[in-house]
Each structure stands twice: as C-alpha cells, then as structure tokens.
C-alpha cells in the first residue's frame, strides 16, 4: 500500500477519498485554488497545497503543476477524484513518466472508450450488445440518411466525442433528417471540435441501468447495477441500487457484459458501464445495449457501498498499489436497497438555476450517510459544481430505503442559500418513482407537481415573526412582555419580496395572539415547545436579520429593520430607544455632547446583528442611560437629548 497520495480533486469526492486512505493509514496530500483555501478537504488531509486562482483551466486541471506538488510532498500516487483530470489520457500518460502512479485505469484503456463509435465497434467485437445503428467512418450526409432508412425511424443522431446530451437530435421522419444531421453537426463542432457523428435505434421509453465493475489489468469483477433513471436535462437526480424490477436473469446477462466489456480493454480500477435499456415492456435480457463506458469512480459510486459493503476507494487504493481484487464475483454480497439524492445549492423554480452562498447553517439527521464537502460556515462559490451533499439511505427493502430518504431529506437543514431539497423530498413521494416505475421522462413529465411553489402557511409566518422579536427563547419569551412598552409589538417581514406585518399581542408568559393579513394564530408555549394554532415549532435558524423555517420549501423571512423608520416617530425626537431586545455594544457619546441628525450614538446587537442607532435630529445628549455590555428591553431608553429650543 502507499505511504502517502496526492488528491487532484476537491469539495466531496476529495473527503471522500481522504477518509478512506486515512482508515488505511495512507498520508494524504490536499490541493486546493484560493478559493478553497479554507475547505473542508484542505482541513482534512495531512497537508495541502495551493495550487492557484479559483478558475479550473488555473488550478485543478493544471496537471503539470498537480505532477510537481506530488513529487515535492513524496506522494507515490495520485487520486483523480470524479470530473477535471479523471478521464484524460495524457495526464495519466504526464503522472506515469514522472514516475507516479494514477490511481485509475490506464491511458489506452480511457482512449478506447473516449469516442462513441469506436468504444462502439470495439464493444460489438468482445460480445457486448450495443444499439442498433450506425457506428462506422463514413460520414457523407447521403450515406448517414441511407444507415437511418436501414436502421428505421425514429433514429438519434448522436456526436461520437458526446456527453451530456450536447450533439444528439432525435429524427422521427426522412424529410427531417438533413436538417437535424447539420444542426447535430454544429452543435457537436463547437462543443467538442470534432463533428462526426453515429446513428442509433431511437429507443423508446429508455432507461439507463450501468454497472460498476472493477478490474486489476488482467480479471475484471462486477458489483451489480445502479439505476440512475430518474435525470433532469441529463443530470442525474436520485440513483438507486438495484435497479426496481431487475431479474436475476438480466443482471447476470448485464453482468456478464460488463465484465467483457472491461476485459476487452484491459481495465484496471473503478469504472461504469452505461447501458441504454428499453423498458416499454418491462425489464428483458434481451433489451439492454452498451451506450458508454465512464473510466472513473461515479459520484453515485455511494449506492453500491451500500448495498455490497465494499469501500470502492479502498479497492482502487489496492488495485493501484498491485494488490489483486480484492473479491472474486461470487463473493460479492448484494444486501437491500440504497438511494442516493443529490442536494445542490439550486434555484429550483428558477429552472433549476446554480446558486451560491454561505452555508449559514448546515444539519443533517441520523440515520442517513451523508457525503459533503462543505461544512456549516462555508461558501458555495459560482466557480464550481454547487452540490452541497449527497445523501445516502440503505434499508432491507426499496420502501424501507426510500422511505428513509424521504425522511432524512424532510429533516436536513440548509440556511444560507436556496436548494433542491423539497424538490428532492417531493420526488421521493412521486407515486410512480415509489412504485419503481422510473423512466429517463418521469421528472419531465411531472415537473409542475415536483416544483409547485408553496405559500408558507400562517402558523409558519406566525412563528417567523415571533422568531423575529426574539420572544421564541430567552428571557423575553419567559417573561412575556410584562417589562416592556407597548404590549402590541409590529414585525415586518419580508418573504419573497412582499413585506408582511404582523402584530404579536402578548397575554402571558408563553402565550401570544399573532395577527397576520387579517388572521390570528395563537402561539403557546408548553414543556416540549412553541405550538403555532396548535402545530409544533418548526426547527429553524436566524442568521442576522434572516431567519429560514426549516419546513417544505425551507422558507425564508427577512426582518426589515424598525430602525430604518424609527426616527420617524420617536416622541419629539428626545429619547432613543432600543427598538427591539439586546446587548448594547457600544455608545459613542456622553452627556453634554453635541450631536447632529444622523450621527451614530449607539449599536445595539439584537439577533445576531448589529443595529446602529442615530439621533433624530440636531441636539445635545442630556443623559446616556445605558451602558456597552447592558442587556437591555424593547423600548429602553438608551439616550436622551436635550429638549428641542427650537
Ligand atoms: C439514447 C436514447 C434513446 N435512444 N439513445 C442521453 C445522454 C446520452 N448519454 C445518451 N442518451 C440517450 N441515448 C438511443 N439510441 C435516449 C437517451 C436519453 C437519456 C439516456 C439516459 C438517461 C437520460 C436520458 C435522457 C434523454 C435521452
């Protein structure tokens, strides 16, 4: 085993990767572009290394640079990770010459199955089944209309260099077929400077089953499918292991194919196996045909830990080190089922638009694996993939497994930027994926219930704005009000861009009437907590004015500040009052000092920010009656001026 590897990688696959050459005593070496500086994976590893500005092209796909960072830490190897420099063959060709190994498969082994329509041709000769079509050098327009008439409509034009669904144009009819092949070309051109491109059997209904095989150079084993069907504009979305209605007939037959396919090019570590399999009439060994082979460990690799036991890092780390597998196929358990859901920081409604922000709070429940990159505290910066986490759940059963996931995404908690969570929550309640009836269509089809966009219910808003006060905990919410003028207290909030008020009238300790837009919810507080019209408190979490209900849609509610109105209507303008409960920071003047309108007398710390408070007016301080490190009410006076000569 090695003493020491370098991880070429960051956010979650880079922790992933570390914690399991920790447990096997192996040092590991972090890289990290300055705006990582503070990540996780850096915290993580034994030492760590910047290699540049935040841009990919400047730091994580500088292979030279990667190279030279091994080589001065003494690593004896290099870890890829998923995405940047996994899949290319002269990185791994660069790591070799300088005498390091690449924990991955081998520079021709990536080669053969870089291009669809070789990586096609090669498959068709070991035995593997592949689409039907056309997958040969000839790449005159007339003779790729002649293939499709051959190969019969509906066809998909596919680019041999593809990925992503970039390059592919589904043609139902003859007449169409020019005009999809040029704009197929085009878009494959720009994308991938290479405009060739193959035919295929257009298959209906498709769903995409892969299998994770693993090889040593010479033998090659299988750990069964993942079914990774439920995508979004060919992102995945939540995976699965096994996939729902699998027989062991076809998993033998993929099984085997995957095997072949791997042995045919010599494979050595973690790859997948894709296949495209027409399921309009169930699952059939007959139905299932080789798309494309990922010649790295998948970000969905998760699932199939779960459901076999076996750590796929350790087994690269071995395999790489010249250990054999570490199994032969007949020992390789296959227990219950695991899901996988992906949770970003995404603007679901928004169509499902990147996000950023600062992760001002960051949970997650028992009972799930939960594989992260990021911490409470950090940045999802717009420099790289927003995922947050994956979420991971096994159980006995697909119902147990699945109804796991619902559970752990119900509970997770996210503060600091939207996310997909509801969306992911909502998917794993959609009948037909509960039934196990997915599809590569089903997200699609049923995006509108899958995203509706729900209205915070009173008794959320209620709790929001008695969060706001700072009555839900402390001294305020045991005592009621009783200390404090007046007994009605007004909130704004701001949700979604609409400002709410609402009053909290407060009848005792621990009992309050919210009004809200013409509505009362009563709010009343027992051992176990705050009801809200008799519905438990939400969990949630305030981070300066902001406040995020950690409930459906997670929502969020900002406090507008008081004090951007509270000069308005301070009596004559001679006292300044604490506008809401606090700490007094700081106060900058003293008595007989003259101020002016709008300077700066106070800050009062409420709710984990900072209000500044100004005078009203021109005037002179007659009194300061507070002092920094006071705790103070709602409507303390803090200052008071001189009385107005004019
Ligand atoms: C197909 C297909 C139907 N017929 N090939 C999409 C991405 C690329 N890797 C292959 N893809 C497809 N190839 C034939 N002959 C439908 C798709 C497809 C798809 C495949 C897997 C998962 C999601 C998908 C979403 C749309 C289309």
């Known amino acids: 085993m090695f003493d020491k ?28 572009s300055e705006a990582d500086a503070r990540a996780k994976h850096v915290a993580l590893a034994d030492e760590a290394f910047l290699i540049g500005p935040p841009q990919p092209a400047e730091s994580y796909l500088k292979g030279q640079t990667l ?107 003859p007449q169409d077929f020019a005009a999809a092949l040029d704009s197929a070309r085009g878009e494959a051109r720009t994308a991938f400077g290479n405009d060739a491109v193959l035919i295929e059997k257009y298959v209906e209904k498709p769903r995409h089953i892969e299998v994770q095989v693993f090889g040593d150079g010479h033998e090659a084993v299988h750990l069964y499918e993942r079914d990774c ?48 399999i027409d399921a309009s009439d169930g699952l059939r060994p007959d139905r299932f045909w080789f798309m494309e082979m990922n010649t790295r460990l998948q970000v969905e690799h998760p699932v199939t830990e779960a459901v076999t036991g076996i750590d796929l890092v350790e087994w690269q780390l071995r395999v790489a080190a010249g250990e054999p597998l570490p199994m032969g196929q007949a020992q390789i358990p296959l227990k219950g089922h695991a899901f996988e859901a992906r949770l970003y920081a995404e603007d679901v409604p928004k169509g499902f638009l990147p996000a950023t922000g600062t ?90 219930g899958l995203i509706s966009a729900e209205v915070p219910a009173p008794h959320l808003v209620a709790q929001a704005a008695l969060a706001a006060a700072g009555l839900m905990e402390g001294p305020a919410a045991l005592t009621g009000f009783t200390l404090w003028a007046p007994l009605d207290r007004r909130v704004s909030l701001a949700h979604e861009g609409e400002e709410m008020v609402a009053t909290i009238r407060v009848r005792a300790p621990g009992a309050a009437v919210i009004g809200i837009e013409g509505m009362e919810i009563v709010a ?54 604490a506008p809401m409960p606090g700490l007094v920071k700081a106060v900058f003047v003293a008595a007989g000092e003259a101020v002016e309108a709008g300077q700066r007398l106070a800050i009062l710390e409420a709710m984990k920010m900072e209000h500044t408070l100004v005078a009203a007016r021109d005037g002179v301080v007659a009194e300061v009656l507070a002092a920094a490190g006071d705790q103070v009410e709602a409507g303390a006076a803090l200052v008071r001026l001189e009385e107005d000569e004019a």
């Not at 019209?533 to 500040?561: C, E, H, N, Q, Y």
Request: glycine share 12%.
């Open 5 to 32: 590897i370098l991880i070429a990688n960051r956010g979650e696959i880079a922790c992933r990767i570390i914690e399991t050459a920790r447990s096997l005593g192996v040092a590991t070496v972090a890289v990290y």
């Open 229 to 276: 069907s439920l995508q979004r504009r060919h992102q995945k979305v939540i995976e699965e292991a096994p996939a729902p209605g699998m027989t062991e007939e076809m998993r033998a037959a993929m099984g085997e194919a995957a095997v072949r396919a791997a042995k045919a090019i010599g494979y050595k570590g973690a790859g997948t196996i894709e296949f495209i």
């Open 359 to 448: 992760l001002s709070h960051l949970v997650f429940p028992d009972g799930a694996r939960i594989d992260s990159g990021v911490r409470a505290g950090d940045t999802i910066s717009p420099f790289y993939d927003p995922m947050i986490a994956k979420v991971i759940t096994h159980g006995p059963t697909r119902e147990i497994a699945l109804a796991r996931m619902t559970r752990a995404l119900e509970r997770s908690e996210v503060a600091g930027s939207v996310t997909n969570l509801a969306f992911l929550a909502a998917l794993t309640r959609h009948q037909g994926f509960a039934a196990g009836d997915v599809d590569t269509g089903l997200i699609e089809r049923d995006l509108d």
């Open 524 to 577: 009343e507080r027992d051992a176990s907590g705050w009801r809200f019209d008799g519905a438990k408190a939400v969990p949630m979490a305030r981070a300066g004015a902001r406040i995020t209900l950690f409930s459906g849609a997670a929502p969020v509610f900002d406090l507008v500040d008081p004090l951007d109105r509270a000069g308005a209507d301070v009596g004559g303008g001679n006292l300044i009052e």
């Open 67 to 173: 190279i030279e960072v091994a080589l001065e830490a003494g690593a004896q190897a290099i870890h890829p990770g998923y995405g940047f420099l996994s899949e290319n063959p002269d990185f791994v060709e660069a790591v070799e010459a300088a005498g390091l190994i690449f924990i991955g498969p081998s520079a021709p082994a990536i080669r053969a199955m870089g291009l669809k329509d070789a990586a096609k041709r090669l498959m068709e000769a070991a035995g593997v089944p592949v689409v039907p079509g056309y997958h040969g050098d000839n790449q005159d327009p007339e003779h790729l209309a002649g293939a499709a008439e051959a190969i019969g409509y509906p066809v998909l034009i596919k680019a041999v260099a593809g990925g992503g669904g970039k390059g592919m144009r589904k043609v139902v009819a």
